[in-house]
């Protein structure tokens, strides 16, 4: 291409960003640089704000401005209530949805021989260190409904056994307004799996 070196290195930088390959990293950096005052340099300031101010909160591992969290600190949340999530986008995801007024473990990934991702890569020690200091009455197993999800909870359901809290797991089945015909057989069969009375 006929650009400058600083316009390939933001074109290349931006096609590492998840959903943006290099077409769309060169729709986005000719965007910004249309834009440079009114869009490019506040987010700029913006990028640099947040690399310097943002670090991960040492209680729950959520990332905030503060350690702990403001989640962690929040005083009208139920502290007896812990969800655990395998990622910051699940966590974020629950706090969107405002169902949930507990607090949370984000573990960081889930178990996977493949990738050589062990129990002590996700900080399941930590987890298991806040359930056995006493004032966690529940704590809801929510990561995925994929392989590596179910292996990373039933592992962490077996370390948490005899802790003195109840350890419960997200439920699986039909979506909400889901139609039987489009799903798929392990969601079908969860749903049986998990029916209760009508």
């Known amino acids: 291409m006929a650009t400058g070196a600083a316009i390939e290195r933001l074109i290349r930088l931006l096609a590492k960003l998840p959903g943006l390959g290099p077409r769309s990293a060169r729709r986005v950096a000719l965007h910004l640089l249309k834009r440079r005052e009114g869009l490019m340099l506040p987010l700029v300031e913006a990028i640099e704000a947040t690399a310097n101010e943002v670090r991960t909160c040492s209680a729950c591992g959520n990332l905030d401005t503060a350690d ?50 062990g129990p002590e890569d996700l900080g399941i020690g930590r987890l298991v260190e806040r ?54 057989d392990g969601t079908l069969t969860a749903a049986l799996k998990a029916r209760r009375p009508a």
Do not use: M
Not at 143 to 161: F, M, R, S, W
């Open 68 to 117: 702990p969290c403001s989640i962690c600190t929040d005083e009208r949340r139920d502290a007896g209530t812990l969800c655990v999530v395998e990622d910051i986008a699940d966590l974020w995801a629950l706090e969107r949805a405002h169902a949930f007024r507990g607090r949370y473990h984000v573990l960081g990934g889930t178990l996977s021989a493949l990738d050589g991702i």
């Open 131 to 184: 359930v056995r200091a006493g004032s966690v009455r529940e704590v809801i197993l929510a990561t995925n409904a994929t392989v590596e999800g179910q292996t990373t909870a039933h592992y962490i359901a077996d370390k948490l056994a005899g802790a003195g809290a109840a350890v419960t797991r997200l439920a699986h089945g039909v979506p909400l307004g889901g139609e039987l015909d489009y799903l798929d």
